[in-house]
Each structure stands twice: as structure tokens, then as C-alpha cells.
């Protein structure tokens, strides 16, 4: 049944979540984008619901959303279009008998009582006759500019066998030399590009973004042309038999040794999804293997990328909303739409040369596919280097018979690195710098089941090496010594990378508002911590931030850097501590030096330490997202650092009250689609927290709320029974006793450990004896231990209750400036977040101290 009342809420929260994404402008011009097909085709429809789809305007004309439910139900859900997945240890005996017990029940369908999923593809999407081909817009937006190009295509798919759309994909996401990617970032117009096919019932559509830079958005004609020209050149060299069949050998190897789904889950709910797409036989390879080549499609496929084939958007915060000839009701903005230009369309359609050429066949398909057989064993990962400034760890195969391995490296920063807001910004900047000189150089191999990522902490530079181990130390020879030295060819990369990073700091609509709460709130209470708008200005300062203080920083770091390696996966004992070298030698570490070049001593590793206030402190913040009404709020209450059963307490405590919290807040309340109730890590300390993010009530308001609630869950957790305590310890016990099924787990079991030098390797072992403890002794299997651990948190010790609270207050959310009763501290709010005011109020403070307590 449907109750009145249910469905009344859950058409609340879908409107919440509406309003959520409504200033996200890849949603917006999706749907825009969507909102052009074809009228008697579905794509065209609004695709999310709100208050007024859903309820004022169909009530205002006698129609009733539960009367609709109901007889959409009954006339879909029904036995020819179900389909069943099972997931278990149980033998095909034992789920048969299951099915046959649970669902048995279902009536019988006949043709006619259940007709299949209808389908729309007789209704083209697009076409000149509809009027709707050959359309240009202009949206607003606050961030970096983009221009979006689709192109409607036949419908593909049931083509799932052979994939034409594969051989395209492989040609645009060439990177070596001939290739668009190359020419575009050459000539400073996109730093990169996106593409995906939307291929559903009702028909398919290839979409591309491309990233502009200034450059790139003062010249959106020439990106274009740069990329029909490139078309323009694969399609004259027709379909290469060669790079199609590296291409089918590639998927069968990438098919034939992936990984496991990291959950049961992910498993059933991945493959109920194909049943429908897909037949029987074909559910585990449909839409991943090219089983049939077919050269045709492809030359289709390609055919239709063509300049009088689509519809494009320019995206940019140069566009003035006022002046905007049309108005999107759904996502409430303005844009302007025109044909576009015909001379335009003459022009593309000629676009040749430009020294583009099609890519070559793929040469690093992995063949070495031999398993090792060593491992470290249940102790955790093996030191095979200690050195004064290079540790190198192994883990070897593990549980995961796969030729594949993961490398990590940690490269630690000296401490003054956490001091200087320039010195942050360089950091967050070298990794975009040695992703963009790299990109080119490692494109064959990364086109071949190889990657890389690198990344910059705040206490050091995280380098991470995967995929298949046959080609990963030729990986590692071209990327580390770009790590250490970008190069005297990194002027432009950097440049690029400061005016790419100026955009992505200045757009606010990437981040949902909650997000920016979590900003603010790392912000105050993590020492050494910068806020957005002062990395902005930094970065801003060509002074400070240019290529010259790059390679200045560069050399401090890695004068007086410490290196950490982790192995994982089909790499020996011998070949890793082999590698740990090479590593320490790509990046100028030496071997035996406990010192820095000139002689100093080496600076200690730098931790993240929490603040750890006397009394609760209140930040009080406008949402940066221009009109969006939706405010945030985050109450956190620190436990501190915790013991081996405190982390299982707390883990228990953060299942308990996840939904409790989710039913009080948004399905009574209806506060928002965003509501959490979780218990989290925070450098060395867990915290308790509820995070909620909704436009029905102000920030001040929730938090009481969130209090009501909290007092709320501590009358259940003294209330929990023998019974439910016993399921939840199993449950626990489970998730525990389950072994890591990918090589991220192997990894990530322990990495964390070795990045911050926790070493607690028998972690899961000891919570387990824990967990054998409670069920053993009466009174520790009780909730006494539990309630402790929540009132610790959540009262505080001897009632001193260590609270943070963010209140991100939306367009017309009630006021920034602090209500007297909305606080508990007689300190006042902090309103401004930024590194030198965040400081002055909590001059003297007291932090947590970095420590893990292994016991």
C-alpha cells in the first residue's frame, strides 16, 4: 500500500533533493541539454520531481500522486519484467529453494498482463525536421567555463556485443602525438575533456565537455574545429583492423583479471542492472567485451560526429543571467538559445590538418600474466628498508590472485611546509604540474591497464602507481623524476595549472553547501589548515606563486623529504625492496644520508593535530553559492583518542544511530535531503556527528533539534537490549572477519598506518579478541561500555563537552550574526574563516596530541 502520509513525505525529500542539486551546472545543463528532444520521446521530460510536479500542480487539478503510484505499480511491477540476482555462499541447490520460497508467491504474467518495457527509439531524439538539431545556448556559471557538444546517434543500445562506441573512445582518449588532447592543451585552449554515450530505450547520445581556458573560451570556434579536424583525420584513415583488435585484446585481458566487487552489493545490484539491457548468457560480458568487431558501426558512429550533427553549450561566468532570452523553470535560471551559425557549420565541416593523425595500435597489452606465490602473512605488511630517510614495506599476493599490483609512496614534507600559505598552494599545484607534463609521455601505458595519481597532503606528497605489474617500473622511471624535477619545460604547465587552479577555487557551486560547512570546519579546528578564499589570493600573487618559488619549494622539499613505499600485490620480495631503491633514487633520496645536503638535521615528520577546546565553539558562515537557499549545519562532539575497544564501541555506536538520526531529522522533519548520523575519524581523535543540509529551517534550529535527538539516543542505547547488542557484535564480527577482496583493501588496510607511522598492524586481530571478550563476559556484553563511550562524547567528561558546530546559512536561511540562545559557549562565534582570524580566537588553545593507542 501506499500511505497518505508516506508518500506526502517522500515528495518533501525529493523536492529537498532538487533543491540540493538545482545550482550544480552539470545538472543543469544535462537537463537543459535533454529538455530539446523530441516531445513524444520521454528524455524531454523533467527527470528529478519537485513540490510542485509532484503535488500542488497535479492536486490543483484533482490528480492524486498515490492513486498514480498505484497504478503504475500494478501495471509494471510484474513477473515478465523481474529479475533476480543472488549473491551467496549458499550452493545453487540452496538459492534455488530460496527464490522459490520468496518469490513463488508473485502472481503468474501473460503478454498481455505484463507487455514488455516499452521502448521510444521510433522517436528520434533529434533531427532537422524537429527543429531541435543545430541549437547553440549561453548559461551562466560561476566556475570554470565549458563548452558542451552532443551528438544524437542510432540507437546503440543493443549493439552491446559490439561496442563501436569503444573504438571512438580509444581514439579521444589518445594522448600521444597527432592526438586532439595533445594540440589543445599545446595551444593553451582545454586542459581536458570529457566524453560519454547515453545509450537507454530511448535512443543514444554521444556528449563531450571540454574544460576551457581563457584562451580556449575567447576561441571556442578553433577547439571546435580542432576537433572535427581530428575526426576528420580518423575517418580518412578508415578503421585501423589492427588498433580495433588490441583494442578487443585489452578488454578481454582487462575482462578476464578484474578485480571483485568490493561489496555483495555492488555485485547484485551491477548485475540485476544488465539483466534488463542484456541476455541471460551475455550478463557478465554485454556492454565490457567487443565479442563482435564490427567495423560498420563503428564508421556509423563515427559518421555522425559530425558539425551539422549538434547541439553545443558554452558555459561561462561571462555570460550575464539578466540578459538571458529564455528561462529553465525546473532549475530556475536563464540562458540564451539561438541556431547556430551556418558559416560556422561550412567551417567545421572543412576542418583538416592541423598535424592531427589517428592513434597507433595499443603496445603495452599486458602478456606477463604469471602469479607470484610469496606473501607477508596475517602480521601485517614486512619492513624490507630502513634507512634514515626511506622505509620501503611489502605485502605481497595476499588474497588477491591477480597480476596486478598497487606502489604507494609517501614523499613527507618538512614542517614549515604547513606554515607558509605560498608553500600550500606550490604544493597543491605540483600534482597538476606533473599531471599535465606526464600525460602525453605516459599515455600507452596508461591506455593499457596502468595508472598513476599524485596528490599533495598537508603533511607530504602521496604518489600511487596501479594496475598491471608487467610495465609498472617503466611507469615509475618516467613519472618519479618528474615528481622531484617538473623540468625547465614546466613554465607553461605551471602557468596553466595556477590559472586552472584560480577557477576551481573561485567556482563554489562544485561543492554542495555541506561541503563548504566541512571546509570551515577543518579550517578551525585543524592546525595549519588555510581557508579557500585565502588559497585564492594566494594564488592570485604572481610574486610569491610562480614558477621560479615553485622550483625553489621543490628543492626544500625534497633536500629534506622522507619516503615511505608500500607493495602490494604481484610483486616479490625481491623486486619490491629493488623498487624501494629505485623509488628513493628517482626522487634524490640518499640511501645513507640522515642528513640534508647541507648538513642539517632532518626536520620530524609533520602530523595533523585537532583542536581541543575548553569550551563548545560555534561557527557561524554564509552559504558561498550565490542564491542557493539551502543552509548546513554540523555538530560534532570529540570522544578523543580512543583505545581498540573504544574504536569497536564507537563503530557499534556510529551503526546505532545512523538511522534514528535519518528518521528524526529528515523523514519527521523533513529538514533536508542531506541528514547523517555517523561516527568519524579526525586526524588521532573520533568524533560524534549529525550533519544536515536542507532550507526548511535555519541552522539555529537544527542544532536544538540535533540536541533533542542526541538526549533522544541516549535513553535507547541505556534501553538496548542482550538480544540486539548480540546482533550487532556479530555483525561487527562480520564486517571484520570479511578479507579485502581488491588490492585497494589489501592496501588500504595498512597505508593509512604507515602514512601517519601508526604501526598497529594486528588492529582487526585485537578488536576481534574484544569482541570474543563481550560475548564471554556478561558485563562487558552489556550496553554499560557503550553508553560510557556516547556520554563521553556527547556529555563530555565531568559534563565538559568538547562541541564544534558549523552553521552555513543559506539565501534568506535567518541571519549570519550569532542569536544569543543559539549558543551554549560564552565565547563568541567565529564568522571569519580564515588562518590569521581563526588563530587569534583560538590563541592558547590546546590541541590533541598525535598519538594511536594500539591497545
Known amino acids: 500500500s501506499f500511505e497518505v502520509s508516506m508518500v506526502d513525505k517522500e515528495i518533501h525529500a525529493v523536492d529537498s533533493e532538487h533543491k540540493k542539486n538545482q545550482p550544480d551546472t552539470q545538472r543543469r545543463l544535462w537537463h537543459l541539454l535533454r529538455s530539446r528532444a523530441n516531445p513524444l520521446n520521454p528524455v524531454h521530460q523533467f527527470s528529478t520531481g519537485d513540490l510542485d510536479t509532484l503535488k500542488t500542480e497535479p492536486e490543483s487539478h484533482g490528480k492524486s500522486l498515490v492513486e498514480a503510484l498505484r497504478t503504475f505499480h500494478k501495471e509494471n511491477y510484474c513477473a515478465n519484467r523481474m529479475h533476480l540476482v543472488i549473491v551467496s555462499n549458499y550452493s545453487i541447490q540452496e538459492q534455488l529453494a530460496m527464490a522459490h520460497k520468496h518469490f513463488d508467491a508473485v502472481p503468474k504474467a501473460t503478454a498481455e498482463s505484463c507487455p514488455p518495457r516499452p521502448e521510444y527509439t521510433q522517436f528520434p531524439l533529434y533531427s532537422k525536421e524537429l527543429g531541435n538539431i543545430g541549437r547553440s545556448f549561453m548559461v551562466h556559471s560561476q566556475g570554470s567555463p565549458e563548452l558542451w557538444v552532443t551528438f544524437p546517434m542510432p540507437a546503440l543500445k543493443k549493439e552491446y556485443k559490439k561496442l563501436g562506441e569503444a573504438y571512438v573512445w580509444n581514439v579521444l582518449s589518445h594522448y600521444g602525438p597527432g592526438s586532439l588532447k595533445a594540440l589543445l592543451l599545446k595551444e593553451d585552449l582545454s586542459p581536458h575533456y570529457s566524453f560519454y554515450a547515453e545509450n537507454t530505450v530511448a535512443g543514444s547520445v554521444v556528449f563531450l565537455t571540454f574544460s576551457l581556458t581563457e584562451k580556449g573560451l575567447a576561441n571556442t570556434d578553433t577547439v571546435l574545429s580542432y576537433f572535427f579536424a581530428y575526426m576528420s583525420a580518423v575517418k580518412s584513415a578508415g578503421v585501423n583492423k589492427e588498433l580495433l583488435h588490441s583494442i578487443q585484446s585489452l578488454r578481454q585481458v582487462m575482462f578476464d583479471y578484474q578485480e571483485e566487487k568490493s561489496s555483495e552489493y555492488d555485485a547484485v545490484s551491477t548485475l540485476a542492472g544488465s539483466l534488463g539491457s542484456v541476455a541471460?548468457?551475455?550478463?557478465?560480458?554485454?556492454?565490457?567485451?567487443?565479442?563482435?568487431?564490427?567495423?560498420?558501426?563503428?564508421?556509423?558512429?563515427?559518421?555522425?560526429?559530425?558539425?551539422?550533427?549538434?547541439?553545443?553549450?558554452?558555459?561561462?561566468?561571462?555570460?550575464?543571467?539578466?540578459?538571458?532570452?529564455?528561462?529553465?523553470?525546473?532549475?530556475?535560471?536563464?540562458?540564451?538559445?539561438?541556431?547556430?551559425?551556418?558559416?560556422?557549420?561550412?567551417?567545421?565541416?572543412?576542418?583538416t590538418g592541423f598535424g592531427l593523425a589517428p592513434p597507433p595500435v595499443l603496445s603495452y597489452v599486458p602478456t606477463k600474466l604469471d602469479l607470484i606465490s610469496e606473501s607477508a602473512g596475517e602480521d601485517g605488511p614486512e619492513r624490507l628498508v630502513q634507512e634514515p630517510r626511506t622505509e620501503g614495506w611489502w605485502l605481497g599476493r595476499g588474497g588477491v590472485k591477480l597480476p596486478k599490483a598497487i606502489v604507494n609512496v609517501k614523499v613527507g614534507f618538512p614542517r614549515s611546509m604547513l606554515e607558509n600559505i605560498e608553500d600550500s598552494v606550490l604544493a597543491a599545484m605540483h600534482a597538476r604540474v606533473v599531471h599535465s607534463l606526464l600525460e602525453q609521455p605516459a599515455d600507452a601505458l596508461q591506455m593499457c591497464g596502468l595508472s598513476f595519481s599524485v596528490s599533495s597532503q598537508n603533511d607530504g606528497f602521496g604518489v600511487t602507481f596501479s594496475g598491471f605489474d608487467e610495465h609498472m617500473a617503466k611507469l615509475m622511471e618516467m613519472v618519479l623524476p618528474r615528481v622531484k624535477t617538473p623540468g625547465p619545460d614546466s613554465a607553461d604547465a605551471f602557468e596553466q595549472a595556477r590559472r586552472q587552479l584560480l577557477l576551481d577555487l573561485a567556482d563554489t557551486t562544485k561543492l554542495q553547501p555541506y561541503q563548504h560547512a566541512m571546509e570551515a570546519f577543518e579550517v578551525v579546528t585543524i592546525k595549519g589548515r588555510f581557508a579557500r578564499a585565502e588559497l585564492l589570493e594566494a594564488?592570485?600573487?604572481?610574486?610569491?606563486?610562480?614558477?621560479?618559488?615553485?622550483?625553489?619549494?621543490?628543492?626544500?622539499?625534497?633536500?629534506?623529504?622522507?619516503?615511505?613505499?608500500?607493495?602490494?600485490?604481484?610483486?616479490?620480495?625481491?623486486?619490491?625492496?629493488?623498487?624501494?631503491?629505485?623509488?628513493?633514487?628517482?626522487?634524490?633520496?640518499?640511501?645513507?644520508?640522515?642528513?640534508?645536503?647541507?648538513?642539517?638535521?632532518?626536520?620530524?615528520?609533520?602530523?595533523?593535530?585537532?583542536?581541543?577546546?575548553?569550551?563548545?565553539?560555534?561557527?557561524?558562515?554564509?552559504?558561498?553559492?550565490?542564491?542557493?537557499?539551502?543552509?548546513?549545519?554540523?555538530?560534532?562532539?570529540?570522544?578523543?583518542?580512543?583505545?581498540?575497544?573504544?574504536?569497536?564501541?564507537?563503530?557499534?555506536?556510529?551503526?546505532?544511530?545512523?538511522?534514528?538520526?535519518?528518521?528524526?531529522?529528515?523523514?519527521?522533519?523533513?529538514?533536508?535531503?542531506?541528514?547523517?548520523?555517523?561516527?568519524?575519524?579526525?586526524?588521532?581523535?573520533?568524533?560524534?556527528?549529525?550533519?544536515?543540509?536542507?532550507?526548511?529551517?535555519?541552522?539555529?534550529?537544527?542544532?536544538?533539534?540535533?540536541?533533542?535527538?542526541?538526549?533522544?539516543?541516549?535513553?535507547?542505547?541505556?534501553g538496548l537490549s542482550a538480544t540486539e547488542l548480540a546482533g550487532r557484535r556479530h555483525t561487527l564480527r562480520t564486517q571484520l572477519e570479511k578479507a579485502p577482496v581488491t588490492l585497494g583493501q589489501v592496501a588500504g588496510q595498512y597505508w593509512g598506518q604507515l602514512w601517519n607511522n601508526e604501526h598497529c598492524f594486528k588492529k582487526k586481530a585485537m578488536q576481534l579478541a574484544v569482541l570474543d571478550a563481550a560475548d564471554k563476559n556478561p558485563e562487558t556484553a552489556s550496553a554499560a561500555p557503550l553508553l560510557e563511550a556516547w556520554k563521553r562524547a556527547v556529555q563530555g567528561e565531568g559534563g565538559h563537552r568538547r562541541k564544534v558546530v558549523v552553521k552555513l546559512f543559506g539565501a534568506g536561511g535567518g541571519s549570519v550574526a550569532p542569536a544569543p540562545a543559539a549558543t551554549n559557549s560564552s565565547a563568541p562565534a567565529i564568522t571569519l574563516i580564515d588562518?590569521?582570524?581563526v588563530q587569534a580566537r583560538l590563541k592558547g588553545a590546546e590541541y590533541w596530541p598525535h598519538e594511536f593507542l594500539c591497545e
Request: glycine share 6%; hydrophobic share 40%.
Open 280 to 351: 541471460p548468457e551475455d550478463v557478465l560480458t554485454g556492454g565490457v567485451l567487443i565479442d563482435q568487431p564490427d567495423e560498420g558501426l563503428i564508421k556509423v558512429v563515427l559518421d555522425h560526429l559530425v558539425p551539422s550533427n549538434m547541439n553545443m553549450a558554452l558555459v561561462t561566468p561571462k555570460f550575464d543571467e539578466a540578459q538571458g532570452t529564455s528561462h529553465e523553470p525546473y532549475y530556475d535560471f536563464n540562458y540564451s538559445e539561438t541556431a547556430i551559425d551556418p558559416t560556422l557549420i561550412s567551417k567545421l565541416e572543412g576542418a
Open 835 to 837: 588562518s590569521n582570524s
Open 539 to 718: 594564488a592570485k600573487d604572481t610574486s610569491k606563486v610562480n614558477p621560479e618559488a615553485y622550483q625553489k619549494f621543490l628543492t626544500q622539499v625534497f633536500d629534506q623529504a622522507q619516503v615511505k613505499v608500500l607493495v602490494t600485490g604481484n610483486i616479490d620480495r625481491a623486486r619490491s625492496k629493488e623498487l624501494t631503491g629505485t623509488i628513493a633514487t628517482f626522487l634524490g633520496i640518499q640511501a645513507d644520508a640522515g642528513s640534508n645536503s647541507s648538513g642539517a638535521n632532518l626536520i620530524e615528520e609533520v602530523h595533523l593535530t585537532v583542536v581541543k577546546p575548553e569550551e563548545p565553539i560555534e561557527i557561524r558562515i554564509p552559504n558561498p553559492i550565490p542564491g542557493d537557499p539551502n543552509s548546513a549545519t554540523l555538530v560534532t562532539y570529540q570522544f578523543g583518542v580512543p583505545t581498540i575497544a573504544d574504536r569497536l564501541h564507537l563503530a557499534m555506536l556510529g551503526e546505532i544511530m545512523d538511522r534514528p538520526v535519518f528518521e528524526a531529522l529528515r523523514t519527521e522533519r523533513q529538514l533536508g535531503y542531506v541528514v547523517f548520523g555517523y561516527v568519524a575519524p579526525h586526524s588521532s581523535i573520533v568524533e560524534v556527528r549529525v550533519l544536515v543540509q536542507g532550507f526548511r529551517e535555519g541552522p539555529d534550529v537544527v542544532e536544538s533539534l540535533v540536541e533533542d535527538v542526541v538526549k533522544n539516543l541516549t535513553s535507547r542505547i541505556e
